[in-house]
T-cell receptor
Framework: GAGVSQSPSNKVTEKGKDVELRCDPI?????LYWYRQSLGQGLEFLIY????????KSGLPSDRFSAERTGGSVSTLTIQRTQQEDSAVYLC????????????????FGPGTRLTVL | RKEVEQDPGPFNVPEGATVAFNCTYS??????FFWYRQDCRKEPKLLMS???SGNEDGRFTAQLNRASQYISLLIRDSKLSDSATYLC??????????FGAGTRLTVKP
C-alpha cells in the first residue's frame, strides 16, 4: 500500500474485554511506532520496533498493554482487560529506520484506531 | 514540567495574517526537531523538519534556538486551509520522539 494502514478504524468495547489493534507499515520501513492520543492531547509514545532488535517498551502504561511485530512488518497492539481510561486514538507510524542512532527519518502516520471503552 | 510544551491556543487570525508558534523543549541533548500538522480527527502529517540553520518552505519558516531550547514556526499570508493543529516533535534518539500537545490555529475570512 501507499501508506500506513490501521484496522479497525473504530473499536467500541466493554470494560474488561481484550482488544487487538493492527498496523501495517509502509513496505520497506524498518521502524514502527505506536502512540496514543487522548482528546486534545499530544501523542504519547507507547512502543518502538526497529528491525530485529528488541522493542523499546518503555512507554507502555501498564502490563495490560503489549505489542508484537511479526516478520518485521505487521504489528499488533493488544490491550487486555480494557479500562475506560484506555479510550483514545491509537496511532501507528513507520519510518525508514534509525540511522546511526538518530531519528533522521520522517515518521508517516496511519489514520489511527479510535478506541472507546464503555 | 513537560518535556515538550506548546501554547495550546487557539490562535484566531484573519486571512493574510502572519502567525508564529513556539515550542519549548527541556532536554538539551535533543537532536531532531519537526513540525507536524494535524487536521481534526486525522493523523499528523509532517509539515517540515527543523534544521539548525533554519529552513523555509514557501509561506512556512521554521527555526531552532538551541540556547533557549525552542523551535518556532512562522506562517506568512495565512490561508483558510492553514486551519489545523500544529504539533512540534523533538527527538533525543532513535526511539525517543516527544510530541507537544499542539497549537490550534483557526484562520478566518
Amino acid at each position: 500500500g501507499a501508506g500506513v494502514s490501521q484496522s479497525p478504524s473504530n473499536k467500541v468495547t466493554e470494560k474488561g474485554k481484550d482488544v487487538e489493534l493492527r498496523c501495517d507499515p509502509i513496505s520497506g520501513h524498518t521502524a514502527l511506532y505506536w502512540y496514543r492520543q487522548s482528546l486534545g492531547q499530544g501523542l504519547e509514545f507507547l512502543i518502538y520496533f526497529q528491525g530485529n532488535s528488541a522493542p523499546d517498551k518503555s512507554g507502555l502504561p501498564s502490563d495490560r498493554f503489549s505489542a508484537e511485530r511479526t516478520g518485521g512488518s505487521v504489528s499488533t497492539l493488544t490491550i487486555q482487560r480494557t479500562q475506560q481510561e484506555d479510550s483514545a486514538v491509537y496511532l501507528c507510524a513507520s519510518s525508514l529506520g534509525a540511522v546511526g542512532g538518530r531519528v533522521k527519518d520522517t515518521q508517516y502516520f496511519g489514520p489511527g484506531t479510535r478506541l472507546t471503552v464503555l | 514540567r513537560k518535556e515538550v510544551e506548546q501554547d495550546p491556543g487557539p490562535f484566531n487570525v484573519p486571512e493574510g495574517a502572519t502567525v508564529a508558534f513556539n515550542c519549548t523543549y527541556s532536554n538539551s541533548a535533543s537532536q531532531s526537531f519537526f513540525w507536524y500538522r494535524q487536521d481534526c480527527r486525522k493523523e499528523p502529517k509532517l509539515l517540515m523538519s527543523v534544521y539548525s540553520s533554519g529552513n523555509e518552505d514557501g509561506r512556512f519558516t521554521a527555526q531552532l534556538n538551541r540556547a533557549s531550547q525552542y523551535i518556532s514556526l512562522l506562517i506568512r499570508d495565512s490561508k483558510l486551509s492553514d486551519s489545523a493543529t500544529y504539533l512540534c516533535a523533538v527527538g533525543q534518539g532513535a526511539n525517543d520522539m516527544r510530541f507537544g500537545a499542539g497549537t490550534r490555529l483557526t484562520v478566518k475570512p
